[in-house]
């Protein structure tokens, strides 16, 4: 009688181990191949709960969401055969689980093959520009290159290349220096052609502009003898209209002016009284 319960607790322990040998969940974010002895069978299981055989079969689940992988910083040659440290990031994902499994079966080494891959298309595209020009340049352009041809190169591993961009650029320690003197040269260069573009305008602008005073100027003047010559016309033609119109006054005006010009000196002059000079003075 004692032996029952024993008996009963014995056959649901091994009905539970039964159905965890038998049955197994696939998450949403998920997909699952069953190896049966090692080896993949055909077919990838969606999301849900699946069956397989006991103790002979079992699952493997793969992460089908978009994963990161941070490359190491690898040395990359120029064009101008200059030395620069490249720091990028890979985004991919699976999408095909069972070659997936045949190929790389981890990811691990999935990333390792991905590395090789990646790095050997961006050493190509990088290497068809100058340092400069790579340190300037929007960079979108060449990324989307690298991209298209790691996705090409990695479908065989049944994943999918999304994207590849670059963290960051450095140089090693030994060429640091040299280019910094080469750019700090250029920008010196830039800096003496724009002085000597902006002197150049500036002397433009105040050969404009002395040019147009001169003119202004000659105007001025031309404008200024005019007035003046009309003014003296105009007195001209008033003082011989009043002195026509009374010959007395014209006479005693320049026997003034006589006398003014004659006296300025310390000049001695000896007259009679009855002298016509002293017509006006008597």
Partial sequence: ????????????????????????????????IVLQLGRPLDGVREPGLH???????????????????????????????????????????????????????????????MDDIVYSEMREALGRFSLIEIVAMNRAEIMQQVTASSKLLLEELGVEILDVRIKGTDLPAENERAI???????????????????MEEAAKIKAATDRERSIILAEAERQGEILRGEGDADAT????????????????????EAYRQSMKSNARIILTPESPFLKYMR
């Fill in 180 to 198: 910094f003197g080469r750019m700090r040269a250029e920008r010196e260069r830039e800096a003496k052609q724009y002085r000597s573009e902006g």
């Fill in 1 to 32: 009688m004692n032996k029952k319960p024993m008996l009963i607790i014995v056959a649901l322990a091994a009905l539970f181990i039964l159905g965890q040998q038998c049955l197994f969940v696939v998450d949403q974010t998920e997909r699952a």
């Fill in 51 to 113: 069956f397989k055989l006991p103790f002979v079969q079992n699952a493997v689940l793969f992460d089908i969401r978009v994963l990161d992988y941070d490359t190491k910083p690898s040395e990359v040659i120029t064009r101008d055969k200059k030395t620069m440290v490249v720091d990028n990031y890979v985004k991919w994902r699976i999408v095909e689980p069972l070659q997936f499994y045949r190929t790389v079966r981890t990811i691990p080494r999935a990333e390792a093959r």
């Fill in 237 to 256: 033609r008033i003082y011989a209209e009043t002195l026509s119109r009374n010959p007395d006054f014209y006479e005693f005006n320049r026997s003034l």
